[in-house]
């Protein structure tokens, strides 16, 4: 989509006109769409158009100046997309803010920037303090263009990527360029950056008798607010209850407002199925929907004879170096179809499982704390004389209470996990990457459903995920949203009593409840989603059999410095091309893609095709 940019420098530090002009011309080659620049005091902004929308979000009146990239709902509640009214709305009550976006504030009281990341990091936000300058983008390939720049490549990062560790959301892969945090801004104090959060979950108590038809009017306007800039809307389509729940809504406000809508679905390849694991895909549960949606051309996604190779290397171009995990990855595409389609805005049912129709973690917690103690029993006692035995200790004995709430619990699953990967020894041992990854693994249970929500929707890896989709959509010109990562719809759900939104014999109960008349029970009533969203992820893999061992076998030759255990690696890639399920020891293709990535990104240094300052 957009770009935006700039520089400012500290107070006290000389403004220099050369370093401007370098810098104006340095951006200007960077991007073909088109520039737009502003001074300010201390340096300059400025914004590429995006291939879609066409607008700035660029604003300037006696008090602030504003700029800013993505989608700021409140323009369609109260403010009527006034950029006068938005600069009130920043310096009155920024946490009132709503949308997918990274913007620029800068009041005229101060002349300070304000970097400002939305609730939950859908759109990143980059800056780097070097020089005596805060430079930022929302493009980390911009940071390139600057060799004066230090961009070392942080090795902690790559250690953490390969043990599938979830790195804190506000680093980046270089040492010196951070991300401003979800829900939070930066700017430059009199010592250096400061760093502030604008916005919390809220929790208000509403006893609606009417909350079902709130709930899904709420869900219809996340919808809206996502699809009213577009004339084409697409939806990723999967066949389960949350991804479903988003098209049928999308289809029924797009041909209320006539506009066209497109769904696209994974499926494996014809000749995989029955052959390469998961064997299947959710074509059933998908086309039993697609059969009620009207005006809507559907469109299946394969692997199209593709391997995955050439679209980690792309993926590193596109990002502006490496990242962590591979969703985005596998979906490139779904992207790139999309785009031929012509697809405007992209709409996806990802979050519902850490939010609004998760799994209810901290239920159990909060129903002892409240002595809740029927509801208890409806919901967690079963036939098991070792259940009734737990609950009479919890109930009876206050202590247990207290030693339940303050527990912390490792799952044995995740060791398993760990001896799948091929990191080195020797580089385990010295960056302590075991002890770091049961660390992260070890988890205390949430006091409540409310902390359950805080906790999944706080996490870094949920960013993550978010933000490289954003980039990896936005390439091929595509917005990605989620309209059940929507605040309001959250705060709303929040606010209703646990009973509200569960029930002792069905989980996503609310979700269900509202869906009924719009979904085929077929969907709405499932509990067996256990399909892959991507089901052929390992067929991509064999795909690139040849390729993927040549460049195992060239780095083992070629690299002084070692992160991985080539043969290790061999082994593994084998192991993915036969894996046969579940019964099997666990394979984990995503973190074989992001040991991949780092053999890549050793050998484009080596080569001089890329540089990030990697060990090789």
Known sequence: ????????????????????????????SFHAGEISTHEISGGIIGYFSGTRRKNSNFYKDNSAILLYEGRIDNSMDVLANSGKNLIKLIEASPESLR??????????????????????????????????????????????????????????????????????????PYCHIHKVKPGSYVKIGDEGIIERR???FIEESYQENNFMEVFLEKLRLSVDRRIKDYNTTGNELS??????????????????????????????????????????????????????????????????????????????LIQGGPTQAGFHILSDRLYKIASQ????????????????????????????????????????????????????????????????????????????????????????????????YRSQKTIQKPASLNEGIRKNLMRSSL??????????????????????????????????????RTNPNSDRYLMREVMKGLLPDKIRTRNDKTGSTIPYTLLRISNDHSALKDLILR?????????????????????????????????????????IQILLLQEMEREGEYRTGIWV
């Open 1 to 28: 989509m957009g770009i935006i940019f700039g520089y400012q420098k500290a107070v006290g530090f000389e403004h220099q006109d050369e370093f401007r002009d370098n810098f104006i011309q340095r951006v200007s």
């Open 99 to 172: 949308g997918d976006f990274s913007l620029v504030y800068i009041p005229k009281r101060d002349n300070k920037i304000r970097l400002f990341r939305d609730q939950l990091g859908v759109i990143p936000l980059y800056y780097s303090y070097q020089q005596k300058r805060l430079f930022f983008s929302n493009s980390l390939e911009l940071f390139r263009l600057f060799p004066e720049l230090s961009l070392d490549l942080d090795q902690e990062w790559v250690a953490d990527s390969l043990a599938m560790i979830s790195t804190e959301v506000s680093r980046t």
């Open 198 to 200: 604008y916005w919390d």
């Open 239 to 316: 066949g389960g209850l949350d991804s479903s729940a988003v098209t049928v809504l999308t289809n029924e406000r797009s041909n209320a407002s006539g506009k066209s809508s497109f769904t696209f679905s994974h499926r494996l390849d014809e000749n995989a199925l029955g052959i390469v694991f998961p064997y299947g895909d959710e074509r059933d549960f998908a086309d039993s929907l697609i059969s009620r949606l009207s005006n809507n051309s559907h469109v299946n996604i394969t692997s199209g004879g593709s391997g995955i190779l050439q679209s980690i290397k792309d993926n590193i």
């Open 341 to 436: 389609h012509g697809i405007e805005v992209l709409l996806s049912g990802f979050g519902g499982d850490e939010g609004i129709t998760g799994n209810c973690s901290g239920l159990k917690e909060e129903l002892i704390a409240q002595r809740k103690w029927n509801a208890y029993k409806d919901y967690y006692l079963g036939n098991s004389y070792k259940d009734y035995i737990k609950f009479y200790i919890t109930r009876f004995l206050p202590l247990s209470r207290e030693i339940l709430a303050t527990k912390k619990i490792y799952n044995h699953k995740y060791k398993e996990k760990f001896s799948v990967l091929a990191t080195d020894n020797s580089f385990i041992q010295s960056m302590q990457l075991d002890k770091k």
């Open 463 to 500: 960013s993550k995920r978010l933000e490289y989709s954003y980039h990896a959509a936005a390439h091929f010109g595509i917005e990605y949203s989620y309209p059940l990562l929507d605040i309001d719809l959250i705060h709303y759900y929040m606010s209703l009593p646990w009973n509200y």
């Open 555 to 595: 780095s083992k030759e070629k690299n002084k410095f070692h992160f991985l255990d080539y043969s290790r690696m061999l082994d593994w890639q084998i192991e993915i091309e036969n894996y046969k399920g579940p019964t099997c020891s666990p394979v984990n293709p995503v973190a074989f893609i992001n040991s």
